[in-house]
């Protein structure tokens, strides 16, 4: 989806654009914006999509109803063994992704068999940390603050990175071609995100939202490191308490993944519904 301008005479008009399948053919449609592109055009775009594209709707609700009757009919001692399951892939995955060297066979030494490979201490302690956060945060629901964010960085990061844990920038950063906000400006832009997901959290699909916060969260960038990680917790706690299985950015696509994060926010979108949807199928 995306905005076109168009002039006619001395005037120029704006649109948003959309191309998308139906039935193997391409469908366009196209929404009249105005003479200035509004200001909630993130919101715009939404609601166009739940207009021309309600079937994108009841995939995602579909896979909300199927997982939570297959989920409650597990016994709660094969629930909590899937858990764990999840927590080692998940663990594995994300720290792979942030650079990790530990293999999944080797998070599942750490965890069930306490046993330490030989590699770096840091990453064998976020592992460890990491893998309990996630467990942790399944169990039991809290409101997402920025208390509950810097409890998660210090719990995985205080081992390994002491001097960042728990604490939000007090430094300027960029991470590759992107620019993040000033460091004093970063509480405010997280009370801001902390206040978007309590206002829409029953206005957007929990899987559209979980997208938009995950990609905002890491255009704050927040921390000094371990952004991605946070970020991708943050994600999963939206879907999970919303009914919905989590999702994992695998490594081996970790390309693709950064790749859309260096889109808009509404390309990031797309590409993660279109992964969930993928995944789930």
């Known amino acids: 989806m995306k905005v076109i301008r168009r002039k006619k005479g001395n005037k120029q008009y704006y649109y948003l654009k959309h191309d998308f399948r139906r039935n ?3 469908i366009t449609k196209e929404k009249y914006l ?3 592109i509004p200001q909630n055009i993130d919101e715009i775009k939404r609601n166009f999509r739940k207009k021309i594209q309600p079937e994108y709707y009841h995939r995602l609700e579909a896979i909300k109803e199927t997982f939570q009757k297959d989920w409650g009919k597990l016994p709660k001692s094969i629930r909590e063994q899937q858990k764990e399951e999840i927590a080692i892939t998940f663990t594995y995955n994300t720290n792979a992704i942030e650079g990790s060297t530990i293999s999944e066979s080797e998070v599942r030494g750490i965890i069930f068999d306490k046993e330490s490979p030989k590699k770096g201490l840091r990453d064998v302690y976020e592992a460890e940390a990491h893998n309990a956060v996630f467990l942790e945060m399944l169990e ?3 409101s997402i603050t920025n208390s509950l964010l810097l409890e998660w960085h210090k719990k995985i990061f205080n081992r390994s990175k002491p001097e960042l844990a728990g604490k939000y920038r007090s430094y300027n950063v960029r991470v590759g071609s992107h620019i ?3 460091h004093q400006e970063v509480k405010k832009l997280m009370n801001q995100l902390n206040r978007f997901i309590d206002k829409e959290k029953d206005n957007i699909n929990p ?13 704050i960038h927040p921390f000094g490191d371990g952004n991605g990680r946070i970020g991708r917790l943050l994600m999963n706690h939206i879907l999970w308490f919303a009914g919905y299985p989590i999702l994992i950015i695998e490594y081996k696509n970790r390309n693709a993944y ?9 390309g990031f979108v797309s590409y993660y519904v279109r992964k969930y949807l993928g995944t789930f199928k």
């Open 207 to 219: 899987v559209e939202l979980s997208a938009i916060v995950h990609y905002r969260f890491e255009k």
């Open 140 to 142: 039991k629901r809290k």
């Open 34 to 36: 105005g003479i200035d």
């Open 180 to 182: 993040a906000p000033k």
């Open 24 to 26: 193997g053919k391409v």
């Open 258 to 266: 950064y790749r859309a994060l260096e889109r808009d926010e509404d």
